[in-house]
């Protein structure tokens, strides 16, 4: 099933829309860019890419002088927006809902208390994730750019 789990996939995600955020401004950027500048496995960051396309996070440009460009400016793709178009919701639906699940399992206390925890869970990522904007991590970016204990202090 699914879990609350995020990985490689939402990392590097994440980091190639920032990584256009950074460096459309001339143009669309190519993959193998982006793959050499965020050490990210080229046909691994198409695959993700493609994603990102489809959900209209970023845009792709074929032919000379092509390559991925945002699709809206970076105050207006959240991170939310980016996350589920690589992944899906959040938090899983069942989890917050208990759909499929037994009817005696739904009525047990504790399980009325731990859907209402996912429910908390998922609201909060929600805030942080939907209010979180691709120019907020830019302008974080700009301001811890070249700060060697920038890492230490995540």
């Known amino acids: 099933g699914a879990s609350l789990n995020f990985t490689a996939k939402e990392d590097y995600g994440m980091r190639a829309v920032l990584d ?7 143009g669309p950027v190519q993959t193998r860019e ?5 050490h990210i496995p080229e046909q691994f960051l198409e695959q ?11 845009r792709s440009t074929r032919g000379a002088g092509g390559g991925y460009s ?28 208990g759909e499929g699940e037994d009817r005696a399992v739904a ?5 009325i208390v731990v859907r209402h925890f ?6 909060a990522l929600r805030g942080v994730c939907d209010e979180t904007t691709v120019q907020d991590l830019l302008e ?3 301001r811890h750019a070249g700060d060697v204990g920038f890492m230490m202090h995540i």
Do not use: F, K, N
């Not at 809206?72 to 919701?89: E, H, K, N, W, Y």
């Not at 996912?118 to 609201?123: E, G, M, P």
């Open 20 to 26: 256009l955020a950074v460096h459309s401004g001339g």
């Open 34 to 38: 982006i793959a050499a500048r965020q």
């Open 48 to 58: 993700l890419l493609a994603s990102l396309r489809r959900a209209e996070v970023v």
């Open 70 to 97: 945002l699709a809206s400016s970076a105050d207006r793709i959240t991170v939310g927006q980016v996350l589920r178009a690589l992944s899906g919701p959040l938090v899983p639906t069942e989890l917050v809902t």
């Open 107 to 111: 009525e047990i206390p504790e399980t």
């Open 118 to 123: 996912w429910s908390t869970v998922r609201a």
């Open 140 to 142: 974080r970016r700009s």
